[in-house]
């Protein structure tokens, strides 16, 4: 398969923008599984959060299997932001809605998980999507990837935070049918795992594909890329060195303050774009006056 | 009206000086394309706008108070979060734009209103803290009254109601605090800056309008600047019989705070309901405010917004909001006089060519016809070459919009506009905006020859004969 068998890319911000608004409930029963007194829920409406997300997708793409469940069966190369759109409105039901929703949207995707399934071509492996260690992997790489770009880029967490951030989020883990105690549940934990996986990961064809589709949209004109480098540098130069390596992207350039400073801008420039597709200001709105509520006076 | 043609001249050029407009053009445009991934946000394109007439355009962030007194920003920490990140630049340049109404796509013109809808206002504390450091003294001391709810939003602040320790009733308009300084860093930016504007005008000179850009957002964020071009056109215009400008309380206003009469009367959307006897009259007052301020006093308030606009009938309306004024030298006025007198007057087409090439709007030597350089930029002096009532409808503003973005003709790759020049552009997009919004009729060409200084025309209409009187009035003072 090549690149060029990928759908274009159109729509990808209104469709992700939907999908956000959709998880966001109006008048909410409860608070959800995490609250707008959680880490989760800062982390979630942090500037940096695209970067969390394209980092967190190009750490899941070097796992073969993960990768194989996702191109073979998701419709990732048909209706590539389709897949996308999806996500983003997964992540905001789990991290915003009620219980029952968040329940309801994981009991979904565990049904479709179901389905997933087969023998990747390069391994010879057999692979489930219901398979807890690929499950794990995608929640720790989401996790992980939250941390490493809001450091850089965004609201940095204390280290406190950063491991109630990691508590929290086992609830994510668990809802897609990953038992409790497989899932780091500090920032040691988080790295001691993802160290214990990386012997298995590798950048195969369709990994190095679909990331390359990812960062560098084909058909996007010169001077547009060089605005949109600073969002994909971002991701990849808050990547480890190995999983850079194993992608063989170059070394970006050092992250100096004045460098940080740049890519915020790019990401605030991003982000008002988001914010005029409908619905996105009343959802984060909706959002921010429960965090505002839920604040120690 | 020769207002109209610098204008227009600019505007001929537009498609690429716009600098703002573009900017948002092309940012709307990506979202309206949505393509690709997030980036294609800023895909290239031809202007787009919408064929109709111009509407009034949505005056973003007058509600946003009112929507979200429960989100108020109650630290510095929360604006540099709220604006940071280029939000407040894009914002700024936004508000420079926002009249520029067709020649947005609706997709921008709507994620420019939510970028300022999104700004809560500042909490009580937090504005009052501002006014303390301004003052060196709270609020509640510095004033007889302090009204703690903000009245109003401003692009960068807001607007509370008092009444001052002698007893005027004024209105405040104070400034985020730390705004100035997030919005010089992200103007440091030039590098993504510059990449926006190459993007939205390839063929432009780039540093230049980055230069006037920066220049013109910069003076905004210094409120000092404001309080001295609204005190200079308030005396300027003090007696005038329909142009009032609200007087500058210089004691209470500073850097972040500007404190002015307070002033009554209805907003622009009242207007439609007015007889179209009294819709005239209040487009004859921005008409004369317009050019009598920069034909006369060399000031041009690049923000001919209709929510600075307040109306009390017979023709009187209040002018506010001077944050963007461009002030001009008699030698930076001379060629848009030259153009007018020469293509409206004395019907002399080669001598209007050489004045735009000595301007700097067309290029020398440029393989055009001067019948086809007429040509295009006739549109803009529409309004002025023959005498006699004419009616400025939504379709003749959508025209000038239209020419001003067009980019295809063959005469458009020869003009450009000169930095000087550049904010006049404000009023192709913005005046005739809302003059076309009213309908108005006038004899907008006896009108403009009562302005000319090269005619001095006679008083053309009743308005005029109360304004002649007000001249002689003030030169009998001044003498």
Redesign the interface.
């Known amino acids: 398969m090549t690149a060029d068998q990928y759908a274009a890319a159109t729509g990808l911000i209104a469709r992700s923008a939907a999908g956000y608004v959709s998880g966001v409930p109006e008048d909410a029963a409860d608070d959800g599984f995490f609250g707008p007194a959680s880490v989760t829920w800062r982390v979630s409406t942090d500037l940096a959060a695209p970067v969390a997300g394209l980092r967190s997708l190009l750490m899941q793409a070097l796992h073969p299997l993960a990768m194989a469940g996702v191109d073979r069966h998701s419709g990732w190369r048909r209706d590539p932001v389709g897949r996308l759109a999806a996500t983003s409105a997964y992540l905001a039901a789990i991290t915003f809605g009620e219980r029952a929703a968040a329940s309801a949207v994981a009991a979904r995707v565990r049904g479709i998980h179901g389905h997933v399934r087969g023998t990747d071509a390069v391994t010879g492996r057999r692979y489930a999507a219901s398979d807890p260690a690929l499950l794990l992997w995608v929640h720790t790489t989401l996790v992980q990837s939250s941390l490493a770009a809001g450091w850089a880029f965004g609201a940095p967490l204390s280290a406190q935070d950063s491991d109630r951030y990691v508590a929290e989020m086992r609830v994510a883990a668990e809802l897609v049918g990953v038992p409790r105690p497989l899932v780091p549940a500090s920032v040691a934990d988080l790295e001691r795992y993802v160290a214990s996986v990386q012997p298995e990961l590798r950048c195969t064809l369709a990994a190095a594909e679909s990331m390359g589709y990812l960062l560098d949209p084909p058909g996007l004109e010169e001077d547009v890329a060089g605005f949109w480098r600073d969002v994909r540098d971002a991701a990849i130069a808050v990547l480890p060195d190995w999983a850079r390596e194993m992608y063989g992207y170059g070394l970006p350039p050092p992250l100096t303050p004045r460098r940080r400073t740049a890519i915020r801008q790019s990401l605030g420039i991003l982000d008002v774009m988001v914010l005029g597709e409908p619905g996105v200001l009343e959802a984060r709105q909706r959002i921010a006056q429960r965090m505002r509520a839920g604040q120690p006076a | 009206m020769k207002v109209w043609r610098l204008f227009a001249v600019v505007t001929a050029g537009g498609a690429a000086a716009a600098l703002t407009p573009v900017l948002l053009r092309r940012?709307?445009q990506?979202?309206y394309d949505?393509?690709?991934?997030?980036?294609?946000?800023?895909?290239?394109g031809g202007a787009r706008y919408a064929g109709s007439a111009p509407r009034l355009f949505v005056t973003a962030g007058e509600q946003r108070q009112l929507?979200?007194e429960?989100?108020a920003l109650q630290t510095a920490e929360d604006v540099a979060?709220t604006l940071?990140?280029?939000?407040g630049v894009?914002m700024k340049i936004g508000q420079m734009a926002s009249y520029v109404d067709d020649g947005l796509s609706p997709?921008?013109r709507?994620?420019l209103a939510?970028?300022q809808?999104?700004v809560p206002p500042m909490s009580p504390q937090l504005a009052a803290a501002v006014v303390a450091e301004e003052l060196g003294a709270p609020p509640e001391r510095a004033f007889a009254r302090w009204d703690p709810q903000p009245i109003a939003a401003a692009s960068i602040g807001q607007v509370h109601r008092a009444v001052t320790l002698d007893g005027r009733a004024v209105a405040v308009k104070v400034q985020y605090p730390g705004i100035a300084e997030t919005i010089a860093?992200?103007l440091g930016?030039v590098?993504?800056l510059r990449?926006?504007l190459?993007?939205a005008a390839p063929a432009q000179d780039i540093d230049a309008l980055l230069t006037e850009l920066r220049e013109r957002v910069l003076e905004e964020v210094d409120y000092r600047r404001e309080a001295s071009n609204q005190s200079l056109l308030a005396g300027y215009y003090d007696g005038h019989p329909t142009i009032h400008i609200p007087r500058v309380i210089s004691e209470l206003s500073t850097r972040r705070m500007v404190t002015s009469e307070l002033s009554g009367g209805s907003r622009f959307a009242a207007l439609a309901s007015w007889s179209q006897q009294e819709r005239d009259l209040a487009a004859e007052t921005i008409y004369r405010f317009v050019f009598r301020s920069l034909y006369e006093a060399r000031a041009f308030n690049g923000d001919p917004h209709p929510g600075n606009y307040l109306f009390h009938g017979d023709g009187r309306v209040t002018f506010l909001d001077f944050g963007l004024v461009k002030h001009f030298t008699q030698a930076e006025l001379q060629p848009l006089l030259q153009m007018a007198r020469t293509v409206c007057v004395e019907h002399d087409p080669e001598a209007f060519r050489r004045g735009l090439e000595n301007a700097g709007f067309l290029r020398p030597h440029a393989p055009l016809s001067t019948q086809a350089i007429v040509e295009h930029l006739a549109v803009f002096y529409d309004t002025i070459r023959e005498p006699g009532p004419l009616t400025i409808t939504g379709d003749y503003a959508s025209s000038v919009v239209r020419r001003f973005f067009d980019v295809h003709s063959p005469v458009a790759e020869y003009i450009s506009v000169p930095r000087s020049y550049v904010l006049l552009q404000r009023i192709n997009l913005g005046l005739f905006a809302v003059l076309g919004e009213l309908t108005a009729t006038a004899d907008w060409r006896a009108i403009a020859e009562e302005i000319w200084p090269f005619t001095r025309g006679p008083a053309s209409t009743p308005m005029g004969e109360a304004e002649a009187a007000w001249r002689t009035r003030r030169q009998a003072i001044a003498a």
């Open positions: 940012l709307g990506l979202r949505r393509g690709l991934a997030a980036l294609r946000l800023l895909v290239r929507l979200r429960d989100l979060d940071g990140a280029m939000k894009m997709a921008v709507r994620t939510r970028l809808d999104s860093a992200d930016n590098a993504l990449r926006m190459r993007i």
